[in-house]
């Protein structure tokens, strides 16, 4: 029988608790934590990795819960997207989280793929990182030495490298409640409507205050080597009276922040311009949420 | 490694090396052929199997991660010669064309309907994202979905 796909070698460890796992992770060398595996396992098919030593933490049940603590929204590191998706609590407080999940993998992947793993993958197109960038998380690693909290616009240093070191695991996801006034939108541009990555996604969070923009948060995906947060242009949107003719003149400047490449999916200069639109129309989006009409114009 | 779940309700006990796929598992040491070898990364959910009745890639799941779990592939559905009513109204409804996808599509059609008996058609297609089919245009295999739905209903009355 044909086999188009070999899994290379590597010694399974299977820990029983959290602490075991972080023992295991202090004490092996070149090791892959495997949690959903729907990176990991593809990765060592197509030898992208080809670790000595597998710590499985897919069954850990400490990892997997969803809280809400009254100031903010704890998720687990090894919950499952779909477990995400489906919770009440994520839909009604950060309706941004849900939609990004919505329309990441497929049925199949979701079921498996954990937000940890779409956050330490470290995909310059990882869905949940622009939600979790405008809502400000706070990711909580954690080695045998302790634990330590670091702003998710911190986290990410390049493609597949993050600010974990060699013996730490990223256990929890902190949200902090946002504004109650605040408006949200997730919007993606993929090649098809499903089961796609991204060209680019943009995450947006508003508030106004005397007619006038607020808080601005604008985060996106694939167009640079990290998902970023676009504060410049944030800036110049800021205090500024919201019609649509100074929305689209300042977005533009989103251009600016980003480092698109060419690839499979998409040119560099198509990213650019897109990320300009998908700014603009999350924007847009995050102002209907608040019933904010502009102009009288309906969009 | 030894590894041991219950397979379509039967508990079984499998010595493979932890590299292997749970696909590999079932096709190469289980026989279980309804489980299909697509694209292996994915994409395409001809491997699909229900897990602890989620439906999951089998191509992206290590062997030694069954420990203890719940596995049903399509084997499970028919029972004493009798095929279950989603494999007949894909049959009713032209669904298949090669076959070669069917088993992923019934067992995701399956798992939805567990939860969902009446799902809309956008509830249909939001389900099957994940499932690849390169005959059938996807047409007959939402309708066979409705077919099999409304099947379940009358049975279950």
Same mark, same amino acid.
């Given at each position: 029988?044909?086999?188009?796909?070999?899994?290379?070698?590597?010694?399974?460890?299977?820990?029983?608790?959290?602490?075991?796992?972080?023992?295991?992770?202090?004490?092996?060398?070149?090791?892959?934590?495997?949690?959903?595996?729907?990176?990991?396992?593809?990765?060592?098919?197509?030898?992208?990795?080809?670790?000595?030593?597998?710590?499985?933490?897919?069954?850990?049940?400490?990892?997997?819960?969803?809280?809400?603590?009254?100031?903010?929204?704890?998720?687990?590191?090894?919950?499952?997207?779909?477990?995400?998706?489906?919770?009440?609590?994520?839909?009604?407080?950060?309706?941004?989280?849900?939609?990004?999940?919505?329309?990441?993998?497929?049925?199949?992947?979701?079921?498996?793929?954990?937000?940890?793993?779409?956050?330490?993958?470290?995909?310059? %197109?990882?869905?949940?990182?622009?939600?979790?960038? $405008? +809502?400000?998380?706070?990711?909580? &690693? /954690? #080695?045998?030495?302790?634990?330590?909290?670091?702003?998710?616009?911190?986290?990410?240093?390049?493609?597949?490298?993050?600010?974990?070191?060699?013996?730490?695991?990223?256990?929890?996801?902190?949200?902090?409640?946002?504004?109650?006034?605040?408006?949200?939108?997730?919007?993606?541009?993929?090649?098809?409507?499903?089961?796609?990555?991204?060209?680019?996604?943009?995450?947006?969070?508003?508030?106004?205050?005397?007619?006038?923009?607020?808080?601005?948060?604008?985060?996106?995906?694939?167009?640079?080597?990290?998902?970023?947060?676009?504060?410049?242009?944030?800036?110049?949107?800021?205090?500024?009276?919201?019609?649509?003719?100074?929305?689209?003149?300042?977005?533009?400047?989103?251009?600016?922040?980003?480092?698109?490449?060419?690839?499979?999916?998409?040119? %560099?200069?198509?990213?650019?311009?897109?990320?300009? $639109? +998908?700014?603009?129309?999350?924007? &847009? /989006? #995050?102002?209907?949420?608040?019933?904010?009409?502009?102009?009288?114009?309906?969009? | 490694?030894?590894?041991?779940?219950?397979?379509?309700?039967?508990?079984?006990?499998?010595?493979?090396?932890?590299?292997?796929?749970?696909?590999?598992?079932?096709?190469?040491?289980?026989?279980?052929?309804?489980?299909?070898?697509?694209?292996?990364?994915?994409?395409?959910?001809?491997?699909?199997?229900?897990?602890?009745?989620?439906?999951?890639?089998?191509?992206?799941?290590?062997?030694?991660?069954?420990?203890?779990?719940?596995?049903?592939?399509?084997?499970?559905?028919?029972?004493?010669?009798?095929?279950?009513?989603?494999?007949?109204?894909?049959?009713?409804?032209?669904?298949?064309?090669?076959?070669?996808?069917?088993?992923?599509?019934?067992?995701?059609?399956?798992?939805?309907?567990?939860?969902?008996?009446?799902?809309?058609?956008?509830?249909?297609?939001?389900?099957?994202?994940?499932?690849?089919?390169?005959?059938?245009?996807?047409?007959?295999?939402?309708?066979?979905?409705?077919?099999?739905?409304?099947?379940?209903?009358?049975?279950?009355?």
């Amino acid at each position: 029988m044909a086999i188009f796909y070999l899994l290379p070698r590597f010694n399974y460890y299977k820990p029983k608790s959290l602490n075991e796992a972080l023992k295991l992770l202090n004490d092996l060398e070149n090791s892959k934590v495997l949690a959903g595996g729907t990176d990991l396992v593809l990765d060592m098919k197509i030898g992208r990795y080809k670790p000595e030593n597998v710590i499985d933490i897919s069954h850990l049940n400490e990892l997997k819960y969803i809280k809400d603590d009254g100031k903010s929204i704890r998720i687990g590191a090894g919950t499952t997207l779909q477990t995400i998706l489906e919770s009440n609590i994520v839909r009604k407080k950060i309706p941004v989280l849900a939609e990004a999940l919505e329309i990441m993998g497929s049925w199949q992947l979701r079921n498996v793929a954990t937000i940890g793993g779409n956050l330490c993958n470290a995909s310059p %197109a990882a869905d949940t990182a622009p939600p979790l960038m $405008v +809502l400000e998380a706070q990711l909580k &690693l /954690e #080695s045998i030495e302790g634990a330590r909290y670091v702003p998710i616009t911190k986290f990410f240093h390049g493609p597949r490298i993050t600010e974990l070191k060699r013996n730490e695991l990223l256990t929890e996801i902190i949200i902090p409640y946002p504004p109650s006034n605040a408006g949200m939108k997730f919007l993606k541009l993929g090649r098809r409507a499903a089961h796609t990555l991204s060209i680019v996604a943009v995450a947006t969070l508003i508030t106004i205050k005397d007619d006038k923009f607020d808080i601005v948060r604008i985060a996106l995906n694939s167009v640079a080597p990290t998902p970023l947060r676009a504060y410049k242009t944030e800036e110049s949107l800021k205090d500024k009276p919201i019609n649509l003719n100074v929305i689209e003149e300042n977005v533009k400047r989103v251009a600016e922040e980003i480092k698109p490449i060419s690839d499979v999916r998409a040119s %560099a200069e198509y990213r650019k311009e897109m990320s300009i $639109v +998908l700014t603009r129309d999350a924007i &847009l /989006e #995050s102002l209907k949420m608040l019933n904010v009409k502009i102009g009288g114009e309906e969009f | 490694m030894i590894v041991s779940f219950k397979l379509n309700g039967e508990l079984v006990e499998v010595d493979v090396p932890p590299n292997m796929t749970l696909l590999d598992v079932l096709r190469r040491k289980l026989g279980i052929l309804s489980v299909k070898r697509g694209c292996e990364r994915g994409e395409c959910g001809a491997c699909t199997v229900l897990i602890n009745g989620d439906p999951v890639c089998s191509c992206l799941v290590l062997a030694p991660q069954a420990e203890g779990k719940e596995i049903i592939t399509l084997e499970y559905l028919s029972k004493n010669g009798e095929i279950h009513p989603i494999q007949e109204a894909f049959i009713e409804a032209g669904a298949i064309q090669c076959g070669f996808c069917t088993p992923g599509f019934i067992l995701t059609a399956y798992a939805l309907l567990k939860r969902n008996p009446n799902p809309t058609i956008d509830e249909i297609k939001k389900a099957l994202e994940g499932n690849l089919c390169r005959c059938t245009g996807y047409i007959k295999i939402i309708e066979a979905i409705q077919l099999a739905a409304k099947k379940l209903q009358r049975y279950s009355r």
